[in-house]
């Protein structure tokens, strides 16, 4: 009768039934993850509060994750708590919601900025449920993904509608997001304003404006949705890519205007800054543009 049952949904008799994903939410403001379960080891990305991640397995503290861009890495598992119901609702997925508008926001034990250190940090664009009015005018109450109360300033946030997906920006947006970031440390994975790299500035300043890019340069590069945009072309918010050869990517900026770019660079000045695409440095390695879709 079970083999029978098998066959007519498709299953072999040796085929195990397929199982729910493995999901959990981050917990903590920015965790890294890394290329194996050791923290010694090279950073290949970084997690953020309140991301759903797909938990792919487990080895001892430390769970390998793939985040919503679809990137994969090694993190301690107590920056996560993962949903044992499949069916248990996920993490700012319903009822009022609101998002982090500041580069990097504080959440509060107290609706006071001095009573007490901060309970956690949430980066830009981090969606966070509403628990209720504070008992002090400027305040909202949020609940955190661990399940913890905290409060956070109503100049940090915004309300969203979580029924529909976030507003597209136009490329001036985008490019006004990455501004934001100027002065930012550079950092070999970073994700957030704590530090960044050049993909992960590009990632987040299109995902805070409604579009999905590839979390590393040369996958940004290949990406089968985005349009090729020749030099004399170029518009605001494109994806101006760098590297020996084009199979070879290994930098990216967002394009401003008049030949400008702004990018995470280690070159010179390890920071977010603006650069030239006529600077001998970078046009001696320019492989050409992107317009993400």
């Given at each position: 009768?079970i083999?029978?049952?098998l066959?007519?949904?498709?299953?072999?008799?040796?085929?195990p039934?397929?199982?729910?994903?493995?999901?959990?939410?981050?917990v903590?403001?920015?965790?890294?993850?890394?290329?194996?379960?050791?923290?010694?080891?090279?950073?290949?990305?970084?997690a953020?509060?309140g991301?759903?991640?797909?938990?792919?397995?487990?080895?001892?503290?430390?769970a390998?994750?793939?985040?919503?861009d679809?990137?994969a890495?090694?993190?301690?598992?107590?920056?996560?708590?993962?949903?044992?119901?499949?069916?248990?609702?996920?993490?700012?997925?319903t009822?009022p919601?609101?998002?982090?508008?500041?580069?990097?926001?504080?959440?509060?034990?107290?609706?006071?900025?001095?009573?007490?250190?901060?309970?956690?940090?949430?980066?830009?664009?981090?969606?966070?449920?509403v628990?209720?009015?504070?008992p002090?005018?400027?305040?909202i109450?949020v609940?955190?993904?661990?399940?913890?109360?905290?409060?956070?300033?109503?100049?940090?946030?915004?309300?969203?509608d979580?029924?529909?997906?976030?507003?597209?920006g136009?490329?001036?947006?985008i490019v006004?997001?990455?501004r934001?970031?100027?002065?930012?440390?550079?950092?070999?994975?970073?994700?957030?304003?704590h530090?960044?790299?050049?993909?992960?500035?590009?990632?987040?300043?299109?995902?805070?404006?409604?579009?999905?890019?590839?979390?590393?340069?040369?996958l940004?590069?290949?990406?089968?949705?985005?349009?090729?945009?020749?030099?004399?072309?170029?518009?605001?918010g494109?994806?101006?890519?760098?590297?020996?050869?084009?199979?070879?990517?290994?930098?990216?900026?967002?394009?401003?205007?008049?030949?400008?770019?702004?990018d995470?660079?280690?070159?010179?000045?390890?920071?977010?800054?603006?650069?030239?695409?006529?600077d001998?440095?970078?046009?001696s390695?320019?492989q050409?543009?992107?317009?993400?879709?």
């Open positions: 009768m083999a029978a049952l066959l007519a949904v498709g299953l072999g008799p040796s085929e039934a397929p199982t729910a994903a493995r999901e959990a939410v981050v903590v403001a920015v965790e890294n993850m890394y290329s194996a379960a050791d923290e010694s080891v090279d950073v290949v990305s970084q953020t509060l991301q759903l991640v797909e938990v792919l397995e487990t080895s001892g503290a430390f390998r994750v793939r985040t919503p679809r990137y890495g090694w993190l301690l598992s107590t920056a996560i708590r993962e949903y044992e119901d499949p069916a248990a609702l996920r993490y700012a997925r009822g919601v609101v998002e982090v508008a500041s580069l990097m926001a504080n959440v509060y034990r107290e609706p006071s900025v001095t009573k007490a250190r901060p309970r956690v940090q949430a980066p830009l664009a981090t969606r966070l449920e628990a209720g009015e504070a002090r005018e400027g305040w109450a609940r955190l993904p661990a399940g913890d109360v905290g409060y956070i300033q109503t100049g940090d946030v915004t309300a969203v979580v029924s529909g997906p976030r507003p597209r136009s490329g001036d947006e006004a997001t990455a934001r970031f100027l002065g930012v440390p550079y950092l070999w994975g970073g994700m957030s304003a530090g960044i790299d050049c993909s992960g500035l590009a990632s987040r300043a299109y995902h805070a404006n409604g579009i999905a890019i590839p979390r590393d340069a040369d940004q590069f290949e990406d089968p949705a985005a349009i090729k945009v020749e030099r004399p072309n170029l518009q605001a494109d994806l101006v890519f760098f590297g020996s050869a084009p199979d070879r990517i290994t930098h990216v900026g967002l394009y401003v205007a008049d030949g400008r770019f702004i995470a660079t280690t070159y010179e000045t390890p920071v977010v800054r603006e650069d030239r695409l006529d001998p440095h970078w046009s390695i320019y050409g543009a992107r317009r993400p879709r």
